[in-house]
């Protein structure tokens, strides 16, 4: 596209043909792009589209079957995230490697390569928190800061290095609408500095308001290279996702049944170390709507949901009631044979057991509700077909209901999970991040799942940091913010700041009053 | 140079091979070693390993020692599933044989067809109650039970000294340490005429069928395997990790408990000092060398009772010490450890690149 300027300015960074294959995947196949110096350039792609798998090559994490790397118009091999540093190459990854026990400046100085004289990195950090008028207290306990300014941290450690090239891997999943705008002010000056930037995302809208350019892949293979200022976001999103999107449909007799879930003053201490009080929780869940919770994570969803779930006991009975039924004091195995189902966010581990096959794992919350193990004996066939109905209503891609939990993609577990919850038709559905990690067609699979589930006079309660996907699916809002919950608002009369703003809290007056 | 692959799923093959890799890994580093210390090292891993299969009349013999070390094994299977680690089966098979000698102490001068199962009972309860101690330590105020366990052994032990040495000694016993021979009724009838082989043997393989059942075929099962691979899961699946906990403490005890009844109840028939040899210990090679599986443990019971009979049979032959016997057990459940990493890796040779 750019050739006549790329032969006097060589590309920062340009890949020719790389390919990279694990047993059973080909992960990456033939893919080319160049990115220029100062340039914001979008790698898009669902889930599983091989995105990461390319970045871990760039970085140096993974090693490349077959094709070449170019730095500046020179080949390079990057060994090691080491050699990628060294060459300039920095990266923020969606998840922060940061220890929560720490202040700020302790974990800059874990993650530099070399050793710095404390004073002298607090002079330097202090000058790249000035020059790009970044808020963050270099002496706060990690502990204490919201993931905006965990961010942060991550950032500064890579402009200590001065990158000729910032990574950044899903950074926005889990801002709140400020801290976005915030972060792509600081994102546009580095760039205008003429460091290159390489922005991996599924948000289509915010790669139009970003990036100079966009490389889209699908199953492993670039599909096309576009302007994304210029390109209509549903033609990006289709050609991401390699069909026609799907439309949610919402049903028209939403919110005015009866009350199946009403929790009523619910304080629950947060478990040590860093868990948040839940103070006075008050809800009520109808049948046949959609509550949404939305919050910054860390604010108390965890301990909300383990509240319900029956994993953690309310301190009195009456506190949490099912179709009327006092039920606060009743186990996770009993609150779920009366009807109220929990999706936790965190899958591996705590909705599934990721050693498991998938028969066993249906076993772990549907035995309740469907005649897996009568009497404590385990029907093998049940369980079998149960699993593998899930399998098929659900589409999870998986060789069937022997595989291991952890040999499936992250969006098919969360499918298997979402299709077991909702394959015992309960009374009350409370799901956590459900679509987190999830690619776009398969979100927009499970969302309509949890709007027909509601449409049959289910209540469903989604708590989620992604507000696109609560205005999308919620019938009411309400906001989750150090272990408060707001009281719950039509969401047709919310708009996006409002919540933005309740999202933010505290944190968000904190970085107000420092802007 | 090496290449280290890790494996998408555990290979179900090597699952099954390691213990038998780890077993010729034992052998051949054991010819080694004794070979380098002046002893005829091919003929005393011979002895050990081969000979006690090779000579019928000496099956029963590992009959006997094999059921002890199945039955306790099984039992610590089921906790290791569950992360709880009983170290101490070894101080709950003392307990349980001398609460069983108790009662046969009691009914001293009885007859009749129930004292034998009052003992077995007593002998269940007595392996129970030494392991609730740690159960209880670690579920009311997080103590390791590995150490509890563990430490509570040496207390058996030495109560176990007090008894035959103080107020359980024989009378007529001419001031040996030791209690009465048990009678007639207090003896575990032997299941095949003029052999050692005693109904413990028949005892041990239906346990292990009853074990696997409960593993494989029941919600418990089902509970102790979750709790160990994801307690959050087990929370969140409605499983409480502190019965499990309570629950895999009391079975490995009472398991160990009757294993020591038997023991004191047949081929030793009374109580003496020399009474605790180690099988609660080695149950642990056991558990590993079946990989914890109650059918796999009826196999690690024999090759584990086929190195004490075999270490015998090497002191005559070869005159290895007896410690040998241990030394080799403890190399094989390091060599266990060491192919394990065969069931998640894949390991091949590569040409390092120019």
Redo the contacts between chains.
Sequence with gaps: MNQPREQIVPSRLALAHISKSF??VKANEDISLSIAPGEIHALLGENGAGKSTLVKIIYGVQQADEGTISWNGEPVAIPSPKAARKLGIGMVFQHFSLFDAMTVIENIALGLDEAVDREELKARVAAILESYSLPLDPDREVHTLSVGERQRIEIVRCLLQKPKLLIMDEPTSVLTPQEVERLFSTLRQIAAEGCSILYISHKLSEIRALCDSATILRAGRVVATCDPKVETTKRMAELMIGAELRKIEHSKTAGAGAVRLSVTGLSLPGEPPFGTDLEAVSFVARAGEILGIAGVAGNGQAELLTAL???RLAPGPATIQLDGKAIGQE????R?ALGLA?V?E?RN????????SLA?NG???A??RVPL?PH???SRGSVKRFADSVIKLFDVRTTGYGA?AR?LSGGNLQKFIMGREIGQQPAVLVVSQPTWGVDAGAAAAIRQELVDLAAKGSAVVVISQDLDELLELADRLSVINEGRLSAPRPVASLGIDEIGLMMGGVHGAEAAAHA | MLEWRRR??PSLPMLALSPLIAIALTMALGMIVFTAMGYDGFHAVGSIFLTPFLEPQRWADIGVKAAPLVMIALGLAIGFRANVWNIGAEGQYVMGAIAGTGVALLTYQMTGWWILPAMVLAGILGGMAWAAIPAFLRVRLQVSEILTSLMLTYVAVQFLYFLVRGPWKDPDGFNFPQTRMFTADQTLPTVLEGTLVHLGIPAALLLALVAWLLM?????G?AV??VG??P??A??????AERTTWATMLLSGGLAGLAGLFEAAGPFGQLTPQFPIGYGFTAIIVAFLGRLHPLGIVFGGIVLAATYVGGEIAQSTVRLPQAATGMFQALLLFMLLATDVLVRWRISWKRRAA
Excluded: M, N
């Excluded at chain 1, 186990?331 to 009993?334: D, E, F, N, Q």
């Design positions: 047993p059973g779930s029956g994993e186990g996770a195995g009993a779920r929990c936790p965190e581990g705590h909705a599934a057991v990721p050693d498991f066993d076993l772990l919350t035995r309740h193990a404590g004996w385990i291991l040999s | 998408r799923e494989e075929k029941t919600t418990a089902y395997k979750v691979l994801a959050a899961a929370r969140h699946g409605g499983f409480s």
